[in-house]
Antibody, heavy 123, light 111 residues
């Protein structure tokens, strides 16, 4: 069945960098838009970025624009999130999620999620 | 502050029905059919339970149903079961600056 497995989280100091990975299996990775969604401790979900199947289009939430970069390697069926200039408010569990598209090809919902990886930004 | 407004908590007894609301604007919930709902148990990843306002993914119980009226979407859970106790989040496509917005989440307690 479809699997998404995140890795790369950990403790980092403010201003530091971290790269998250999401390994996927059991679907044609290049056919799907992919996204990152985060959840601060005890808080709700926040969409932060998505990338088109061929990697040629990306979009970011204002809260991470200019600091985070989403990318993918379709040969490795993997999604990445490069996080720079990290702040305390970036502390969260980061989930990768697959986008489901409707019959017209419009993005519709996040149909599969990984188990998440915790990023803690603290001195 | 979340873009979409949900009640912080709802509760019900086993066998009862409950409804969770999700209020947005004409730029998100009211303007598009791309409203979805997610169930999240403590320490677990979110799970898609409703997409495109009222459709259910394969394998999701038909006790879960969705609807929309104007700028407010609703999730109804009928025949409450103890395993339904979880957090529920709505999500919508938005034509504004942030394309995908979530509600703040609703904690469902099954008494």
């Amino acid at each position: 069945q479809v699997q998404l497995v995140e890795s790369g989280g950990g403790l980092v100091k403010p201003g530091g960098s971290l790269r998250l990975s999401c390994a996927t299996s059991a679907f044609t990775f290049s056919d799907y838009y992919m996204s990152w969604v985060r959840q601060a401790p005890g808080k709700g979900l926040e969409w932060i970025s998505y990338i088109r199947g061929d990697g040629g289009y990306t979009n970011y939430a204002d809260s991470v624009k200019g600091r985070f970069t989403i990318s993918r390697d379709n040969a490795k069926n993997s999604l990445y999130l490069q996080m720079n200039s990290l702040r305390a408010e970036d502390t969260a569990v980061y989930y990768c999620a697959r986008f489901y598209s409707d019959s017209y090809g419009y993005l519709s919902a996040f149909d599969y999620w990984g188990q998440g990886t915790l990023v803690t930004v603290s001195s | 502050q979340s873009a979409l407004t949900q009640p912080a908590s709802v509760s019900g007894s086993p066998g009862q029905s409950i409804t969770i609301s999700c209020t947005g604007t004409s730029s998100d919930v009211g303007g598009y059919k791309y409203v979805s709902w997610y169930q999240q148990h403590p320490g677990r990843a979110p799970k898609l339970i409703i997409f495109e306002v009222s459709d259910r993914p394969s394998g999701v119980s038909n006790r879960f149903s969705g609807s929309k009226s104007g700028n407010t979407a609703s999730l109804t859970i009928s025949g409450l079961q103890t395993e339904d106790e979880a957090d529920y989040y709505c999500n919508s496509y938005s034509g504004s600056r942030t394309p995908w917005v979530f509600g703040g989440g609703t904690k469902l307690t099954v008494l």
